[in-house]
Protein backbone atom coordinates (compact mmCIF):
# COMPACT_ATOMS: atom_id res chain seq x y z
CA UNK A 1 0.00 0.00 0.00
CA UNK A 2 0.99 3.53 -0.74
CA UNK A 3 1.85 5.04 2.51
CA UNK A 4 -0.32 7.87 3.96
CA UNK A 5 1.95 11.23 3.63
CA UNK A 6 -1.09 13.81 3.81
CA UNK A 7 -4.08 13.27 5.17
CA UNK A 8 -6.24 14.11 2.29
CA UNK A 9 -9.68 14.27 4.33
CA UNK A 10 -9.49 17.83 5.01
CA UNK A 11 -9.60 18.00 1.15
CA UNK A 12 -12.29 16.50 0.59
CA UNK A 13 -14.50 18.34 2.88
CA UNK A 14 -13.62 21.54 1.89
CA UNK A 15 -14.56 20.20 -1.56
CA UNK A 16 -18.21 18.93 -0.45
CA UNK A 17 -18.67 21.80 1.85
CA UNK A 18 -17.40 24.10 -1.32
CA UNK A 19 -19.92 22.90 -3.18
CA UNK A 20 -22.67 22.85 -0.85
CA UNK A 21 -21.85 26.23 0.01
CA UNK A 22 -22.38 27.15 -3.82
CA UNK A 23 -25.51 25.17 -4.07
CA UNK A 24 -27.47 26.95 -1.38
CA UNK A 25 -25.85 30.91 -1.59
CA UNK A 26 -25.67 30.56 -5.62
CA UNK A 27 -27.71 28.22 -6.64
CA UNK A 28 -30.76 29.99 -7.59
CA UNK A 29 -28.13 32.47 -9.58
CA UNK A 30 -26.58 29.85 -11.56
CA UNK A 31 -30.13 28.43 -12.23
CA UNK A 32 -31.62 32.06 -13.72
CA UNK A 33 -27.96 31.96 -15.55
CA UNK A 34 -29.12 28.97 -17.67
CA UNK A 35 -32.68 29.78 -17.67
CA UNK A 36 -32.03 31.50 -21.22
CA UNK A 37 -30.25 27.74 -22.56
CA UNK A 38 -33.55 26.47 -21.13
CA UNK A 39 -35.62 28.68 -23.36
CA UNK A 40 -33.39 27.96 -26.35
CA UNK A 41 -33.88 24.06 -25.61
CA UNK A 42 -38.27 24.29 -25.13
CA UNK A 43 -38.21 26.98 -27.94
CA UNK A 44 -36.44 24.36 -30.44
CA UNK A 45 -38.08 21.21 -28.82
CA UNK A 46 -41.41 22.93 -29.27
CA UNK A 47 -40.82 23.79 -32.70
CA UNK A 48 -39.93 20.66 -33.63
CA UNK A 49 -42.65 18.37 -31.77
CA UNK A 50 -45.16 20.86 -33.29
CA UNK A 51 -44.06 20.41 -36.83
CA UNK A 52 -46.09 18.01 -38.74
CA UNK A 53 -43.68 14.42 -39.22
CA UNK A 54 -44.05 14.61 -43.35
CA UNK A 55 -42.55 18.29 -42.90
CA UNK A 56 -39.46 17.45 -41.13
CA UNK A 57 -38.73 14.02 -43.78
CA UNK A 58 -39.29 16.85 -46.39
CA UNK A 59 -36.99 19.30 -45.39
CA UNK A 60 -33.97 17.28 -43.97
CA UNK A 61 -34.53 15.35 -47.14
CA UNK A 62 -34.32 18.41 -48.92
CA UNK A 63 -31.43 19.93 -47.21
CA UNK A 64 -29.64 16.68 -47.98
CA UNK A 65 -30.34 16.88 -51.70
CA UNK A 66 -29.00 20.13 -51.38
CA UNK A 67 -25.65 19.14 -49.82
CA UNK A 68 -25.13 16.60 -52.09
CA UNK A 69 -27.59 16.94 -55.53
CA UNK A 70 -28.27 13.46 -56.28
CA UNK A 71 -30.03 11.34 -54.84
CA UNK A 72 -28.62 8.64 -52.48
CA UNK A 73 -28.13 10.47 -49.19
CA UNK A 74 -31.86 11.74 -49.61
CA UNK A 75 -32.79 7.99 -49.86
CA UNK A 76 -30.37 7.52 -46.68
CA UNK A 77 -32.38 10.13 -44.43
CA UNK A 78 -36.08 9.07 -45.46
CA UNK A 79 -35.15 5.73 -44.62
CA UNK A 80 -33.59 7.01 -41.39
CA UNK A 81 -36.71 9.06 -40.23
CA UNK A 82 -39.09 6.71 -41.81
CA UNK A 83 -37.56 4.07 -39.40
CA UNK A 84 -37.82 6.61 -36.34
CA UNK A 85 -41.65 6.95 -37.23
CA UNK A 86 -42.09 3.60 -37.60
CA UNK A 87 -40.62 2.37 -34.62
CA UNK A 88 -43.49 4.79 -32.43
CA UNK A 89 -39.89 6.89 -31.29
CA UNK A 90 -41.02 9.82 -33.29
CA UNK A 91 -41.74 12.23 -30.03
CA UNK A 92 -38.41 11.00 -28.51
CA UNK A 93 -36.25 11.45 -31.74
CA UNK A 94 -37.67 14.75 -31.62
CA UNK A 95 -36.50 15.84 -27.91
CA UNK A 96 -33.25 14.20 -28.49
CA UNK A 97 -32.89 15.85 -31.59
CA UNK A 98 -33.73 19.58 -29.90
CA UNK A 99 -31.31 18.34 -26.99
CA UNK A 100 -28.49 17.70 -29.66
CA UNK A 101 -29.51 21.06 -31.84
CA UNK A 102 -29.18 23.30 -28.82
CA UNK A 103 -26.13 21.92 -27.38
CA UNK A 104 -24.88 22.22 -30.69
CA UNK A 105 -26.06 25.63 -31.47
CA UNK A 106 -24.20 26.92 -28.01
CA UNK A 107 -21.18 25.26 -28.48
CA UNK A 108 -20.77 26.82 -31.56
CA UNK A 109 -21.05 30.23 -30.19
CA UNK A 110 -18.88 29.59 -27.20
CA UNK A 111 -16.28 27.47 -29.65
CA UNK A 112 -16.04 29.31 -32.98
CA UNK A 113 -14.82 32.94 -30.36
CA UNK A 114 -12.68 30.69 -28.36
CA UNK A 115 -11.19 28.75 -31.62
CA UNK A 116 -10.37 32.03 -32.95
CA UNK A 117 -8.54 33.60 -30.01
CA UNK A 118 -6.57 30.56 -29.63
CA UNK A 119 -5.57 30.75 -33.21
CA UNK A 120 -3.93 34.02 -32.46
CA UNK A 121 -2.13 33.48 -28.84
CA UNK A 122 0.53 30.51 -28.21
CA UNK A 123 0.20 30.97 -24.72
CA UNK A 124 -3.21 31.46 -24.75
CA UNK A 125 -3.39 27.56 -26.61
CA UNK A 126 -0.88 26.29 -23.99
CA UNK A 127 -3.86 27.37 -21.00
CA UNK A 128 -6.64 26.14 -23.35
CA UNK A 129 -5.38 22.68 -24.56
CA UNK A 130 -5.16 21.17 -21.44
CA UNK A 131 -8.66 22.38 -20.53
CA UNK A 132 -9.93 20.56 -23.40
CA UNK A 133 -8.44 17.41 -22.97
CA UNK A 134 -9.95 17.83 -19.40
CA UNK A 135 -12.97 18.34 -20.42
CA UNK A 136 -13.17 15.51 -22.94
CA UNK A 137 -11.30 13.21 -20.66
CA UNK A 138 -13.09 13.22 -17.46
CA UNK A 139 -15.63 10.79 -16.68
CA UNK A 140 -19.02 12.83 -17.55
CA UNK A 141 -20.43 12.13 -14.19
CA UNK A 142 -17.78 13.61 -12.35
CA UNK A 143 -19.24 17.03 -13.67
CA UNK A 144 -22.53 15.40 -14.07
CA UNK A 145 -23.19 15.35 -10.59
CA UNK A 146 -22.30 18.62 -8.88
CA UNK A 147 -24.37 20.73 -11.88
CA UNK A 148 -27.24 18.48 -11.19
CA UNK A 149 -27.07 19.43 -7.41
CA UNK A 150 -26.62 23.02 -8.71
CA UNK A 151 -29.36 22.79 -11.12
CA UNK A 152 -31.20 20.33 -10.20
CA UNK A 153 -32.31 16.94 -12.21
CA UNK A 154 -33.83 18.38 -15.89
CA UNK A 155 -32.53 19.25 -18.81
CA UNK A 156 -30.30 22.33 -17.84
CA UNK A 157 -27.82 19.62 -16.21
CA UNK A 158 -28.12 17.64 -19.19
CA UNK A 159 -27.57 20.34 -22.12
CA UNK A 160 -24.79 21.46 -19.91
CA UNK A 161 -23.31 18.36 -19.64
CA UNK A 162 -23.16 17.74 -23.65
CA UNK A 163 -22.12 20.62 -24.33
CA UNK A 164 -18.50 20.07 -21.98
CA UNK A 165 -18.41 17.29 -23.81
CA UNK A 166 -19.23 18.06 -27.59
CA UNK A 167 -17.72 21.34 -27.82
CA UNK A 168 -14.12 21.15 -27.31
CA UNK A 169 -13.45 19.44 -30.79
CA UNK A 170 -14.89 22.56 -32.57
CA UNK A 171 -12.44 24.89 -30.17
CA UNK A 172 -9.67 22.59 -31.63
CA UNK A 173 -10.46 22.44 -35.31
CA UNK A 174 -11.19 26.03 -35.43
CA UNK A 175 -7.67 27.01 -34.44
CA UNK A 176 -5.96 24.14 -36.42
CA UNK A 177 -8.05 25.57 -39.27
CA UNK A 178 -7.44 29.30 -38.74
CA UNK A 179 -4.23 28.42 -38.43
CA UNK A 180 -3.60 26.15 -41.36
CA UNK A 181 -4.28 28.62 -44.06
CA UNK A 182 -1.88 28.87 -46.48
CA UNK A 183 0.57 31.74 -45.30
CA UNK A 184 1.24 32.66 -48.85
CA UNK A 185 -2.54 33.95 -48.93
CA UNK A 186 -2.28 35.35 -45.51
CA UNK A 187 1.05 37.16 -46.29
CA UNK A 188 -1.20 38.74 -49.54
CA UNK A 189 -3.48 39.89 -47.70
CA UNK A 190 -1.28 41.45 -44.98
CA UNK A 191 0.49 42.90 -48.42
CA UNK A 192 -2.81 44.98 -49.01
CA UNK A 193 -3.08 46.61 -46.13
CA UNK A 194 -5.59 44.15 -44.59
CA UNK A 195 -6.62 45.22 -40.86
CA UNK A 196 -6.63 41.64 -38.60
CA UNK A 197 -10.54 41.63 -38.76
CA UNK A 198 -10.55 42.39 -42.39
CA UNK A 199 -8.16 38.77 -42.43
CA UNK A 200 -10.33 36.74 -39.88
CA UNK A 201 -13.15 37.35 -41.73
CA UNK A 202 -12.52 37.97 -45.45
CA UNK A 203 -9.64 35.17 -45.31
CA UNK A 204 -9.11 33.00 -42.87
CA UNK A 205 -12.76 32.14 -41.77
CA UNK A 206 -13.81 31.74 -45.20
CA UNK A 207 -11.06 29.29 -46.15
CA UNK A 208 -10.42 27.86 -42.50
CA UNK A 209 -14.79 27.07 -42.73
CA UNK A 210 -14.45 23.26 -44.34
CA UNK A 211 -12.33 22.63 -41.37
CA UNK A 212 -14.79 24.20 -38.91
CA UNK A 213 -17.46 22.44 -40.18
CA UNK A 214 -15.87 18.90 -39.43
CA UNK A 215 -16.01 20.53 -36.18
CA UNK A 216 -19.51 20.94 -36.39
CA UNK A 217 -19.52 17.58 -37.43
CA UNK A 218 -17.62 16.30 -34.52
CA UNK A 219 -19.56 17.90 -32.13
CA UNK A 220 -23.16 16.66 -32.99
CA UNK A 221 -22.06 13.21 -33.15
CA UNK A 222 -20.65 13.76 -29.48
CA UNK A 223 -23.82 15.50 -28.38
CA UNK A 224 -25.10 12.48 -29.81
CA UNK A 225 -22.95 10.01 -27.87
CA UNK A 226 -24.54 12.02 -24.75
CA UNK A 227 -28.06 11.14 -25.30
CA UNK A 228 -27.83 8.05 -23.18
CA UNK A 229 -25.89 9.74 -19.83
CA UNK A 230 -28.34 13.01 -20.46
CA UNK A 231 -31.64 11.19 -20.38
CA UNK A 232 -30.29 9.67 -17.05
CA UNK A 233 -30.72 13.19 -15.29
CA UNK A 234 -34.05 14.35 -17.10
CA UNK A 235 -33.55 15.13 -20.56
CA UNK A 236 -35.80 12.30 -22.01
CA UNK A 237 -35.62 11.42 -25.54
CA UNK A 238 -34.36 8.19 -26.79
CA UNK A 239 -31.87 7.77 -24.32
CA UNK A 240 -34.78 7.50 -21.74
CA UNK A 241 -35.57 4.72 -24.08
CA UNK A 242 -32.64 2.92 -23.89
CA UNK A 243 -32.92 3.17 -20.26
CA UNK A 244 -36.00 2.16 -19.62
CA UNK A 245 -34.75 -0.82 -21.33
CA UNK A 246 -32.30 -2.13 -20.14
CA UNK A 247 -33.68 -1.67 -16.37
CA UNK A 248 -36.78 -3.60 -17.24
CA UNK A 249 -34.50 -5.85 -19.09
CA UNK A 250 -36.76 -5.59 -22.38
CA UNK A 251 -34.06 -5.75 -25.03
CA UNK A 252 -35.95 -5.20 -28.29
CA UNK A 253 -36.90 -1.89 -26.49
CA UNK A 254 -33.37 -0.33 -25.77
CA UNK A 255 -32.43 -1.95 -29.24
CA UNK A 256 -34.16 0.12 -31.31
CA UNK A 257 -34.04 3.13 -29.33
CA UNK A 258 -30.34 2.82 -29.93
CA UNK A 259 -30.63 1.68 -33.49
CA UNK A 260 -32.91 5.16 -33.18
CA UNK A 261 -29.89 7.03 -32.10
CA UNK A 262 -27.90 5.76 -35.05
CA UNK A 263 -30.37 6.69 -37.53
CA UNK A 264 -30.50 10.16 -36.03
CA UNK A 265 -26.57 10.18 -36.26
CA UNK A 266 -26.35 9.02 -39.89
CA UNK A 267 -28.78 11.67 -40.96
CA UNK A 268 -26.73 14.77 -39.00
CA UNK A 269 -22.95 13.16 -40.18
CA UNK A 270 -24.15 12.71 -43.54
CA UNK A 271 -25.62 16.28 -43.67
CA UNK A 272 -22.58 17.92 -42.45
CA UNK A 273 -20.05 15.70 -44.01
CA UNK A 274 -21.37 16.57 -47.43
CA UNK A 275 -21.97 19.99 -46.76
CA UNK A 276 -18.33 20.22 -45.55
CA UNK A 277 -16.84 18.70 -49.22
CA UNK A 278 -19.39 20.88 -51.24
CA UNK A 279 -17.42 23.89 -49.13
CA UNK A 280 -14.01 22.16 -49.88
CA UNK A 281 -14.86 21.70 -53.62
CA UNK A 282 -15.77 25.69 -53.81
CA UNK A 283 -12.28 26.87 -52.30
CA UNK A 284 -10.75 24.48 -54.06
CA UNK A 285 -8.75 22.54 -51.88
CA UNK A 286 -10.27 18.81 -53.05
CA UNK A 287 -8.03 19.94 -56.63
CA UNK A 288 -6.30 16.70 -57.04
CA UNK A 289 -8.98 13.99 -57.89
CA UNK B 1 15.86 54.79 -69.75
CA UNK B 2 17.88 54.14 -66.67
CA UNK B 3 19.81 57.12 -68.31
CA UNK B 4 17.25 59.59 -68.52
CA UNK B 5 16.07 58.56 -64.71
CA UNK B 6 19.88 59.44 -62.88
CA UNK B 7 18.50 62.85 -61.85
CA UNK B 8 15.04 61.87 -61.47
CA UNK B 9 13.28 61.70 -57.97
CA UNK B 10 14.31 58.36 -55.73
CA UNK B 11 11.29 56.22 -54.97
CA UNK B 12 12.74 54.23 -52.81
CA UNK B 13 15.97 54.21 -50.72
CA UNK B 14 17.31 51.74 -48.44
CA UNK B 15 20.00 52.86 -45.90
CA UNK B 16 21.93 50.35 -44.47
CA UNK B 17 19.53 48.20 -43.99
CA UNK B 18 19.83 44.86 -41.83
CA UNK B 19 17.98 41.62 -41.34
CA UNK B 20 19.25 39.27 -38.73
CA UNK B 21 16.78 36.61 -37.86
CA UNK B 22 16.96 35.17 -34.07
CA UNK B 23 15.59 35.54 -30.60
CA UNK B 24 18.48 38.31 -30.04
CA UNK B 25 19.25 40.24 -33.02
CA UNK B 26 21.02 43.12 -31.37
CA UNK B 27 23.78 40.75 -30.16
CA UNK B 28 24.39 39.56 -33.31
CA UNK B 29 24.25 42.85 -34.82
CA UNK B 30 27.24 43.86 -32.82
CA UNK B 31 29.29 40.81 -34.22
CA UNK B 32 28.36 41.42 -37.95
CA UNK B 33 29.53 45.68 -36.98
CA UNK B 34 33.20 43.90 -35.80
CA UNK B 35 32.80 42.87 -38.95
CA UNK B 36 32.08 38.99 -38.76
CA UNK B 37 30.70 37.12 -42.26
CA UNK B 38 27.58 35.85 -42.49
CA UNK B 39 28.88 32.37 -41.79
CA UNK B 40 31.02 33.23 -38.50
CA UNK B 41 28.01 35.02 -36.76
CA UNK B 42 25.78 31.95 -37.45
CA UNK B 43 28.35 29.81 -36.30
CA UNK B 44 28.46 32.10 -32.98
CA UNK B 45 25.45 32.74 -32.13
CA UNK B 46 22.90 30.74 -34.48
CA UNK B 47 21.39 33.34 -35.96
CA UNK B 48 20.68 34.15 -39.90
CA UNK B 49 22.16 37.74 -41.21
CA UNK B 50 19.09 37.97 -43.89
CA UNK B 51 20.29 41.27 -45.09
CA UNK B 52 24.02 42.92 -44.01
CA UNK B 53 23.98 46.46 -44.51
CA UNK B 54 22.01 46.98 -47.77
CA UNK B 55 21.92 50.37 -49.71
CA UNK B 56 19.60 51.03 -52.74
CA UNK B 57 18.88 54.42 -54.13
CA UNK B 58 15.83 53.19 -56.29
CA UNK B 59 14.46 55.93 -58.96
CA UNK B 60 10.95 56.57 -59.73
CA UNK B 61 9.92 55.11 -62.93
CA UNK B 62 12.49 52.57 -63.08
CA UNK B 63 12.58 48.66 -63.23
CA UNK B 64 14.88 47.94 -60.58
CA UNK B 65 16.11 43.97 -60.19
CA UNK B 66 17.42 42.42 -57.50
CA UNK B 67 19.57 39.53 -58.24
CA UNK B 68 20.54 36.59 -56.13
CA UNK B 69 20.38 32.72 -55.82
CA UNK B 70 18.18 31.07 -53.22
CA UNK B 71 19.14 32.31 -49.62
CA UNK B 72 21.08 35.44 -51.24
CA UNK B 73 18.30 37.45 -49.00
CA UNK B 74 16.90 38.98 -51.86
CA UNK B 75 13.12 38.07 -50.75
CA UNK B 76 13.84 39.40 -47.43
CA UNK B 77 15.06 42.49 -49.14
CA UNK B 78 11.84 43.13 -51.12
CA UNK B 79 8.97 42.24 -48.07
CA UNK B 80 11.19 45.26 -46.52
CA UNK B 81 9.71 47.86 -48.68
CA UNK B 82 6.35 47.22 -47.26
CA UNK B 83 7.79 46.06 -44.40
CA UNK B 84 6.38 42.73 -43.96
CA UNK B 85 9.52 42.05 -42.03
CA UNK B 86 11.00 44.76 -39.48
CA UNK B 87 14.61 45.36 -40.50
CA UNK B 88 17.02 44.78 -36.89
CA UNK B 89 18.66 48.14 -38.10
CA UNK B 90 19.01 50.91 -41.28
CA UNK B 91 16.52 53.23 -42.84
CA UNK B 92 13.77 53.05 -46.01
CA UNK B 93 12.38 55.95 -47.50
CA UNK B 94 9.90 55.73 -49.99
CA UNK B 95 9.34 59.13 -51.64
CA UNK B 96 10.64 60.24 -48.89
CA UNK B 97 8.78 58.74 -45.83
CA UNK B 98 10.47 56.95 -43.22
CA UNK B 99 8.14 53.36 -43.33
CA UNK B 100 9.87 52.20 -40.44
CA UNK B 101 8.39 55.28 -38.70
CA UNK B 102 4.67 54.42 -39.71
CA UNK B 103 2.18 53.96 -37.05
CA UNK B 104 0.18 50.93 -37.80
CA UNK B 105 -2.54 53.20 -39.36
CA UNK B 106 -0.02 54.90 -41.54
CA UNK B 107 1.41 51.55 -42.22
CA UNK B 108 -1.75 50.33 -43.87
CA UNK B 109 -2.38 53.19 -45.65
CA UNK B 110 0.43 53.22 -46.79
CA UNK B 111 0.13 49.57 -47.99
CA UNK B 112 -3.47 50.04 -49.27
CA UNK B 113 -2.27 53.00 -51.40
CA UNK B 114 1.46 53.80 -52.21
CA UNK B 115 2.94 49.93 -52.50
CA UNK B 116 1.74 46.56 -54.32
CA UNK B 117 3.01 43.21 -54.38
CA UNK B 118 2.97 40.34 -56.70
CA UNK B 119 4.18 37.26 -55.25
CA UNK B 120 5.90 33.99 -56.23
CA UNK B 121 3.35 31.58 -55.52
CA UNK B 122 0.30 34.11 -56.37
CA UNK B 123 -1.03 34.36 -53.40
CA UNK B 124 -4.75 34.63 -54.26
CA UNK B 125 -7.47 34.17 -52.60
CA UNK B 126 -9.48 31.07 -53.57
CA UNK B 127 -12.77 31.28 -52.38
CA UNK B 128 -12.73 34.67 -54.66
CA UNK B 129 -13.67 34.83 -58.58
CA UNK B 130 -10.95 36.43 -61.22
CA UNK B 131 -12.92 39.55 -60.39
CA UNK B 132 -13.30 39.05 -56.87
CA UNK B 133 -9.25 38.80 -56.61
CA UNK B 134 -8.46 41.39 -58.60
CA UNK B 135 -10.81 44.29 -57.03
CA UNK B 136 -9.43 42.79 -53.77
CA UNK B 137 -6.83 45.49 -52.87
CA UNK B 138 -9.27 48.23 -53.43
CA UNK B 139 -12.13 46.41 -51.44
CA UNK B 140 -9.59 46.63 -48.66
CA UNK B 141 -9.30 50.21 -49.30
CA UNK B 142 -12.59 50.92 -48.82
CA UNK B 143 -13.53 51.49 -53.04
CA UNK B 144 -16.99 51.22 -53.30
CA UNK B 145 -18.57 47.84 -55.39
CA UNK B 146 -19.08 49.44 -58.84
CA UNK B 147 -15.94 51.05 -59.17
CA UNK B 148 -13.64 48.89 -58.48
CA UNK B 149 -15.35 45.88 -60.03
CA UNK B 150 -14.82 48.30 -63.40
CA UNK B 151 -11.31 49.30 -62.21
CA UNK B 152 -10.99 44.92 -62.18
CA UNK B 153 -12.40 44.69 -65.34
CA UNK B 154 -10.57 46.86 -66.88
CA UNK B 155 -7.17 45.55 -65.60
CA UNK B 156 -8.56 41.93 -66.64
CA UNK B 157 -8.53 42.95 -69.55
CA UNK B 158 -4.98 44.74 -70.15
CA UNK B 159 -3.49 41.44 -69.03
CA UNK B 160 -5.00 39.45 -71.45
CA UNK B 161 -7.76 37.25 -69.01
CA UNK B 162 -10.97 38.75 -70.54
CA UNK B 163 -13.74 36.02 -70.47
CA UNK B 164 -12.11 34.88 -67.07
CA UNK B 165 -13.78 37.18 -64.53
CA UNK B 166 -16.25 34.84 -62.76
CA UNK B 167 -13.59 31.59 -63.18
CA UNK B 168 -12.54 30.56 -60.14
CA UNK B 169 -8.53 31.00 -59.29
CA UNK B 170 -7.88 27.02 -59.03
CA UNK B 171 -9.30 26.82 -63.04
CA UNK B 172 -6.52 28.61 -64.32
CA UNK B 173 -3.43 27.92 -65.45
CA UNK B 174 0.11 29.01 -63.58
CA UNK B 175 0.72 32.03 -66.26
CA UNK B 176 -3.24 32.60 -65.93
CA UNK B 177 -2.99 32.88 -62.48
CA UNK B 178 0.49 35.45 -62.20
CA UNK B 179 -1.71 37.36 -64.37
CA UNK B 180 -4.42 37.72 -61.81
CA UNK B 181 -1.64 38.67 -59.39
CA UNK B 182 -0.34 41.07 -61.99
CA UNK B 183 -3.94 42.76 -62.13
CA UNK B 184 -4.84 42.81 -58.79
CA UNK B 185 -1.23 44.80 -58.47
CA UNK B 186 -1.90 47.19 -60.86
CA UNK B 187 -5.46 47.53 -60.05
CA UNK B 188 -4.33 49.43 -57.13
CA UNK B 189 -2.47 51.94 -58.94
CA UNK B 190 0.14 52.44 -56.59
CA UNK B 191 3.51 54.22 -57.60
CA UNK B 192 5.48 51.21 -56.46
CA UNK B 193 4.84 47.46 -57.41
CA UNK B 194 6.98 44.88 -55.34
CA UNK B 195 7.40 41.61 -57.49
CA UNK B 196 8.79 38.98 -55.80
CA UNK B 197 10.09 36.62 -58.19
CA UNK B 198 6.80 37.02 -60.02
CA UNK B 199 7.58 34.69 -63.09
CA UNK B 200 9.88 32.01 -61.28
CA UNK B 201 7.08 29.91 -60.90
CA UNK B 202 5.98 29.59 -64.58
CA UNK B 203 6.95 27.88 -67.85
CA UNK B 204 9.84 29.00 -69.88
CA UNK B 205 8.00 30.19 -72.52
CA UNK B 206 5.40 31.69 -70.64
CA UNK B 207 7.78 33.32 -68.60
CA UNK B 208 9.11 34.90 -71.39
CA UNK B 209 5.71 36.19 -72.90
CA UNK B 210 5.00 37.46 -69.29
CA UNK B 211 8.56 39.38 -68.98
CA UNK B 212 7.16 41.01 -72.65
CA UNK B 213 4.18 42.13 -71.32
CA UNK B 214 5.63 43.57 -68.13
CA UNK B 215 8.15 45.89 -70.39
CA UNK B 216 5.12 46.57 -72.31
CA UNK B 217 3.16 47.75 -69.86
CA UNK B 218 5.65 49.48 -68.34
CA UNK B 219 6.71 51.52 -71.40
CA UNK B 220 2.60 53.25 -70.75
CA UNK B 221 2.57 53.05 -66.85
CA UNK B 222 5.89 54.09 -66.17
CA UNK B 223 5.58 52.41 -62.73
CA UNK B 224 8.40 52.03 -60.04
CA UNK B 225 9.31 48.27 -60.28
CA UNK B 226 11.15 46.17 -57.82
CA UNK B 227 11.32 43.27 -59.28
CA UNK B 228 13.47 39.64 -57.56
CA UNK B 229 14.35 37.00 -59.50
CA UNK B 230 16.88 34.16 -59.19
CA UNK B 231 17.20 34.13 -63.07
CA UNK B 232 20.53 36.32 -64.86
CA UNK B 233 18.73 36.38 -68.07
CA UNK B 234 15.37 37.78 -66.86
CA UNK B 235 17.37 40.05 -64.62
CA UNK B 236 18.92 41.35 -68.13
CA UNK B 237 16.22 40.91 -70.08
CA UNK B 238 14.27 43.69 -67.81
CA UNK B 239 15.75 45.47 -65.90
CA UNK B 240 17.03 49.28 -66.10
CA UNK B 241 19.48 48.71 -63.16
CA UNK B 242 20.59 45.46 -61.00
CA UNK B 243 21.46 44.95 -57.96
CA UNK B 244 23.58 41.86 -57.35
CA UNK B 245 22.98 40.01 -53.76
CA UNK B 246 24.61 37.41 -52.20
CA UNK B 247 24.83 36.44 -48.32
CA UNK B 248 22.29 39.42 -47.46
CA UNK B 249 24.98 42.01 -49.06
CA UNK B 250 24.93 43.82 -52.28
CA UNK B 251 28.02 43.04 -54.77
CA UNK B 252 27.19 45.28 -57.87
CA UNK B 253 25.29 47.62 -58.41
CA UNK B 254 24.33 49.13 -62.27
CA UNK B 255 23.03 49.01 -65.41
CA UNK B 256 22.73 45.38 -67.29
CA UNK B 257 25.57 46.40 -69.41
CA UNK B 258 27.61 47.20 -66.43
CA UNK B 259 27.45 44.54 -64.97
CA UNK B 260 28.01 42.56 -67.52
CA UNK B 261 30.86 44.37 -69.33
CA UNK B 262 32.61 44.83 -65.71
CA UNK B 263 31.62 42.34 -63.43
CA UNK B 264 32.96 43.30 -60.08
CA UNK B 265 33.92 39.84 -58.35
CA UNK B 266 34.24 36.45 -59.34
CA UNK B 267 30.87 35.72 -57.74
CA UNK B 268 29.33 37.74 -60.52
CA UNK B 269 31.55 36.76 -63.14
CA UNK B 270 30.73 33.11 -62.62
CA UNK B 271 26.52 34.42 -63.66
CA UNK B 272 27.80 36.60 -66.35
CA UNK B 273 29.98 33.40 -68.18
CA UNK B 274 25.98 31.43 -68.25
CA UNK B 275 24.48 34.38 -69.68
CA UNK B 276 23.11 34.73 -73.09
CA UNK B 277 25.51 38.19 -73.76
CA UNK B 278 24.08 39.25 -77.08
CA UNK B 279 21.31 39.84 -75.02
CA UNK B 280 22.67 41.14 -72.43
CA UNK B 281 24.67 44.23 -74.76
CA UNK B 282 23.03 46.71 -76.08
CA UNK B 283 24.36 48.03 -79.08
CA UNK B 284 24.06 52.03 -77.89
CA UNK B 285 27.18 50.73 -75.61
CA UNK B 286 29.18 49.22 -78.06
CA UNK B 287 28.32 51.80 -81.02
CA UNK B 288 30.98 54.26 -83.07
CA UNK B 289 28.75 57.31 -81.58
CA UNK B 290 28.68 60.49 -83.53
CA UNK B 291 27.47 61.30 -87.37
CA UNK B 292 27.73 59.59 -89.48
CA UNK B 293 26.68 58.90 -93.15
CA UNK B 294 23.44 57.00 -93.01
CA UNK B 295 23.05 53.24 -93.27
CA UNK B 296 20.90 51.21 -95.31
CA UNK B 297 20.05 49.21 -92.33
CA UNK B 298 19.48 51.24 -89.01
CA UNK B 299 17.83 50.20 -85.46
CA UNK B 300 16.67 51.70 -82.75
CA UNK B 301 18.60 52.40 -79.43
CA UNK B 302 17.22 49.83 -77.25
CA UNK B 303 18.61 47.03 -79.44
CA UNK B 304 20.47 44.38 -78.13
CA UNK B 305 23.33 43.00 -80.25
CA UNK B 306 21.11 39.68 -80.85
CA UNK B 307 18.81 41.68 -82.99
CA UNK B 308 21.34 43.39 -84.78
CA UNK B 309 23.66 39.84 -85.80
CA UNK B 310 20.74 38.70 -88.42
CA UNK B 311 21.23 42.32 -90.19
CA UNK B 312 25.36 41.83 -90.87
CA UNK B 313 24.31 38.88 -93.23
CA UNK B 314 23.38 41.95 -95.70
CA UNK B 315 24.69 44.86 -94.69
CA UNK B 316 28.28 46.07 -93.46
CA UNK B 317 27.06 49.02 -91.51
CA UNK B 318 23.88 49.02 -89.19
CA UNK B 319 22.88 52.47 -87.87
CA UNK B 320 21.68 53.10 -84.36
CA UNK B 321 18.71 55.63 -84.08
CA UNK B 322 17.25 57.48 -81.62
CA UNK B 323 13.67 57.65 -80.96
CA UNK B 324 13.01 60.53 -83.34
CA UNK B 325 14.58 58.04 -85.91
CA UNK B 326 17.95 60.51 -86.06
CA UNK B 327 21.23 58.52 -86.37
CA UNK B 328 23.06 58.66 -83.48
CA UNK B 329 25.92 55.53 -84.35
CA UNK B 330 27.05 52.76 -86.21
CA UNK B 331 28.24 48.92 -85.48
CA UNK B 332 30.17 46.88 -87.76
CA UNK B 333 30.11 42.97 -87.41
CA UNK B 334 33.36 43.24 -86.04
CA UNK B 335 32.37 45.43 -82.98
CA UNK B 336 29.76 43.24 -82.15
CA UNK B 337 31.81 39.94 -82.31
CA UNK B 338 34.83 42.07 -80.07
CA UNK B 339 32.18 42.85 -77.56
CA UNK B 340 30.76 39.37 -77.33
CA UNK B 341 34.20 37.86 -77.38
CA UNK B 342 36.30 39.99 -75.02
CA UNK B 343 33.82 39.02 -71.67
CA UNK B 344 34.16 35.11 -72.46
CA UNK B 345 36.62 34.28 -70.02
CA UNK B 346 40.03 32.43 -71.72
CA UNK B 347 39.02 34.11 -74.67
CA UNK B 348 40.11 37.90 -74.36
Known amino acids: MFPQLIDTRPWRRAVDDGLNWVVRNWGGTFEAAAYPLLMLLKAIEDLLVATPWWLIIALLTGIAWLATRRWQLPAVVFAALMFLGIMDLWKDAMTTMALMIAATLTAILISIPVGVWMSRSINLRQVITPILDLMQTLPSFVYLIPTVMIFGPGKIPALIATIVYAAPPLVRLTDLGLRSVDPAVMEASRAFGTNPRQRLFGVQIPLALPTILAG ?6 MALSMVVIASMIGAGGLGYQVLQGIGRLEVSRGLFAGLGIVALAIVFDRITQAFGRQLQARIGLQEAR | MAELNENAELAIAMRGVTK ?5 PQAALALLKAGKSKAEVQAETNHVVGLDNVSLDIAAGQIFVVMGLSGSGK ?6 VNRLIEPTAGEILVHGDDVLKMSRDALRSYRRTKVAMVFQKFGLLPHRSVIDNVAYGLEVRGVGRKVRLETAAKWIETVGLAGYENSQPRQL ?9 LARALSMDADIILMDEAFSALDPLIRSGMQDELITLQKSLHKTILFITHD ?5 KIGDRIAV ?8 EGKPEDIVLRPANEHIEEFVREVNKARAIHVRSIMERGVTEPCEQAVSMDARCEDVLPLFAEHQWVGVVDGEGNQIGRVTAKQVIKALARHTPGVG
Open chain 1, 216 to 221: VNQTTM
Open chain 2, 20 to 24: IFGPD
Open chain 2, 75 to 80: STLIRH
Open chain 2, 173 to 181: SGGQQQRVG
Open chain 2, 232 to 236: FDEAL
Open chain 2, 245 to 252: LKDGAVQQ
